[in-house]
């Protein structure tokens, strides 16, 4: 999981680097008010793996196809998957 990706959930307005992906080696940028390290750890469990995001998407394709070829509405995240 993406320290990174769990920092923007918590504060999507936090300016930090990592080093490797090392949630040990977290630089703060310009005032970023440190999140604990227990925070940013529970919240990576919280976000999906890449597995489930890949998983989720190919889902959402097969619903918006299904949709297409019976007429149905789609919704925009659906729409989404499918536009150019």
């Known amino acids: ?5 769990a920092i923007l959930k918590i504060n999507p307005n936090a300016e930090a680097s990592t080093m490797d992906n090392d949630i040990d080696k977290i630089t703060w940028h310009n ?3 440190a999140i604990p390290k227990a925070d940013i750890e529970a919240k990576m469990a919280e976000l ?11 889902n959402l394709k ?6 297409l070829i019976a007429g149905e509405p789609l919704t925009e995240e659906e729409a989404d998957t499918i536009v150019l």
């Open 1 to 5: 999981m993406n320290v990174l990706k």
């Open 31 to 33: 005032g970023t008010t």
């Open 48 to 58: 999906p793996t890449a597995e489930e995001e890949r998983i989720a998407k190919e």
């Open 62 to 67: 097969a619903s918006a196809k299904a949709k």
